[in-house]
């Protein structure tokens, strides 16, 4: 899980990015001053830190001086909104700039930006010799890519988020085809055929009698 260090001194606002990114399915943590939020750098790890300017103790500007040896990545969230301090910050090696007030919306998709940048999101899955690269939907098998269609390539996703679990085929009916199951299994059958075949995956996605099917990956 991707763990991110708030420090900010604004009770609300630290609330307010904690509970967004946690709903968001990041790990945060928050400090609301800059000493104590050097120590924490120091006994943990975090892959992104949001670090606002004006904070008690040292401030942003300070700090980021202390976190860019380190190589993590810090997005600074801030209410002043000169040119000058976002030349500053951005100077020190921040990696991105909010100011305050800022949307979820925008705050979520600057994180997810500068985490990708830095590769710390990982969107690859694999299973055995298959590949898929969630961002560029390509998948590869030992290497060549695989032309799937949407639904066939929904339907691997399916699978490698379930790896050894059994799907009933009328779970995968509605996960896939977004529709209501009407008791028609030929859809799924064919589709799980198709797959098996192109993916050389006959084994590997294993009927369960009177269920559906499991992929079947040993790692
Ligand atoms: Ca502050």
Not at 29 to 42: Q, R, Y
Request: hydrophobic fraction near 40%; charge should be negative; aromatic fraction near 8%.
């Amino acid at each position: 899980m991707i763990k991110i260090l708030i420090v900010e001194d604004e009770r609300p606002i630290a609330d307010l990015l904690d509970m967004s990114l946690t709903a968001a399915g990041y790990s945060c943590d928050c400090i609301d001053n800059g000493l104590d939020a050097a120590d924490a750098v120091e006994e943990k790890h975090y892959d992104l830190i949001l670090l606002d300017v004006m904070l008690p103790g040292s401030d942003g500007f300070e700090l980021m001086e202390y976190f860019a040896p380190l190589q993590i990545p810090v997005i600074f969230i801030t209410a002043r909104s000169s040119v000058k301090d976002r030349i500053r910050g951005l100077k020190l090696g921040a990696d991105d700039y909010i100011v305050k007030p800022f949307e979820i919306a925008e705050l979520l998709a600057r994180v997810e930006t500068v985490l990708r940048r830095c590769h710390k999101t990982d969107s690859r899955i694999t299973a055995g010799d298959v590949t898929v690269d969630t961002q560029s939907r390509v998948v590869t098998r030992a290497g060549e890519p695989v032309q799937l269609t949407a639904k066939e390539y929904n339907l691997l996703l399916l699978f490698l988020q379930n790896k050894n679990i059994a799907l009933f085929r009328e779970t995968i009916y509605e996960r896939v085809w977004e529709n209501e199951y009407m008791g028609d299994s030929r859809t799924v059958d064919l589709h799980v055929q198709r797959l098996r075949k192109k993916l050389g995956w006959q084994e590997k996605i294993a009927a369960v009698y009177k269920v559906g099917y499991r992929l079947e990956v040993r790692e």
